[in-house]
């Protein structure tokens, strides 16, 4: 699991900034649900060698009456849910009473989490005394960035991470990447249990799918106790294979938790689709597709996990409208015509048994072993029906491709030249390892490798 950094401030103070800065080219996820009055994007971020999550919780005046109401509930939410709390404020502003509500409302959190102020902005001012405002306000540390430029941002990651490092392992990466590849081959995927997320926006049907899929099956079921940003986990078995779905409606905690926006957590699931072998993504057929499931599939996919598509409520629907609703998918789905697209009803079973086919077939795709010899082989095969352009006048010679890891699977390619091919090229690459390789719901990632 990811730690969770979630950013707050008042408007302006450079939140965007910052979370651009940590996310990079990253897609961020913007959640888009009814009932959210504020921008709020949550993105994974990775600088520094620092893995986390990162949730921009959209402007906080704190000026108007009372913080609670200014803060929407799933701003409160997003802050509750997460191990880091950076509270932003702007060095050229001097303390604002907008920073001072905030401050009180995160002095009450200060028990719970971890709470650290940034001064932003520090750059081409006497940062010093600038900060010294800050002070009377600060909630133990008082750190000064620019988040414009990177200033001071390593450090204040490094402060903020330390005290995680025994909870969360996975935040620095690059420890140990090598004896992880070791460690997959060793593992039999087959022995162990398919951990399968049900995510999807509030209301699609994850609760009715989770149901029905549980009806179908005889379950124990353990509710362990936790936050609003855990999950349940539910051991089950469906044709000798064992599963462990993680359920982040809440399917057993329902009755509790009233209005479904409410219980909809984006926290809850990235965390679920981190830690998923394989994504099953619900979209609403009746609202077709939207960009909040583009976004889910693209984070998905950026975390290298496998998925199926399960549009739902497919019962009820004129021929007509089902053939517009597949022309639409059609067109906005085209980035992963990987994936398998099934049409369901989770509130009367129709075409759920396949699901599984298809979280099988990935799982299969995700975690094949192949060999040096035939990964080499399709590489040449690819390699002579489509050359490799000139770099600086010279040909790019691949000469041999091995397994890099699995799940996703990593293909390494090593060869002259090769971190120079043209993004055009390496696409036309893992296309062509997909089709030989039959991979299917899975993202595949091609490294190359220079002799040095
Ligand atoms: P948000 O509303 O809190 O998300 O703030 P933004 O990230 O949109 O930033 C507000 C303004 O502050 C923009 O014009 C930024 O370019 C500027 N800004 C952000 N970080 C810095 C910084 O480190 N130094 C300076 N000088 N300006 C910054
Ligand atoms: P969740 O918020 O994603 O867990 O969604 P729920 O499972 O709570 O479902 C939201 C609403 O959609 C409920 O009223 C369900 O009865 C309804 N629903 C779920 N699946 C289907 C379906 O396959 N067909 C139809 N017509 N309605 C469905």
Redesign the pocket.
Known sequence: MLPVVALV???????????NRLTRSRDALVADFPGLTRDRKYGQANYDGYQFIVV?TG?IHGDEEGIDEVMAKQSLQAIEEADVVLF?VDARDGVTVGDQAIAEHLRKQQQQKKVYMVC?????IDSQSAMADFYSIALGSLYG?????G?GVEQLLESCFKPLADDYPEVIVGQGEVSEDLAHDEIDYDALPLKLAIVGRPNVGKSTLTNRILGEERVVVYDLPGTTRDSVYIPMQRDEREYILIDTAGVRRRGRIDESIEKYSVVKTLQAIEEANVVLIIIDARETITDQDLNLIGFALNAGRSIVIAVNKWDGLSNDHKEEIKRELDRRLGFVDFARLHFISALHGTGVGHLFESVEEAYASATRRVSTAKLTQIMEMAQEEHQPPLVSGRRVKLKYAHAGGYNPPRIVIHGSQVTKLPGSYQRYLINYFRKALGVMGTPIKVEFREPT
């Open positions: 401030g008042r408007p302006n103070v450079g939140k965007s900034t910052l979370f921009d402007g932003l932003n902005k520090i750059d081409g960035i620019a988040a414009a430029h200033r």
